[in-house]
């Protein structure tokens, strides 16, 4: 069973490289495809559904989710019925690069 989880593991650090190389020049690494492609589906999901969803914890979410923003592509704000919790929306640029996304996912 160890073994099994290695090579899980190796293959999705390989994957996430190869994400990562065909995106850098939008800057986005491997591991945000996913963030990326749940956030455009679902604008306004809560970070704690996010982090339910791909399953990644919250510290995890938070911190790519920080670099998205700083690049531009997802916005945070307060929800307006629950102050605990942060919604998260795509912004246009999220939006046009969603194709790419899904080309280098194959």
Not at 30 to 38: D, E, F, R
Request: hydrophobic letters at 35%; proline letters at 3%.
């Amino acid at each position: 069973m160890n073994s099994y989880m290695k090579y899980i593991g190796i293959i999705s650090r390989c994957a996430a490289q190869y994400r990562g190389g065909r995106l850098e020049k939008y800057g986005v690494s491997g591991y945000q495809c996913t963030y990326i492609i749940n956030i455009c589906k679902n604008p306004g999901i809560s970070q704690d559904r996010l982090a339910k969803t791909i399953f990644i914890n919250k510290s995890n979410v938070t911190r790519q989710l920080s670099l998205l923003e700083q690049n531009g592509y997802v916005i945070r704000q307060t929800s307006k019925t629950d102050k605990r919790i942060t919604e998260v929306y795509p912004t246009q640029k999220a939006i046009d690069i969603l194709p790419v996304v899904f080309s280098v996912l194959g």
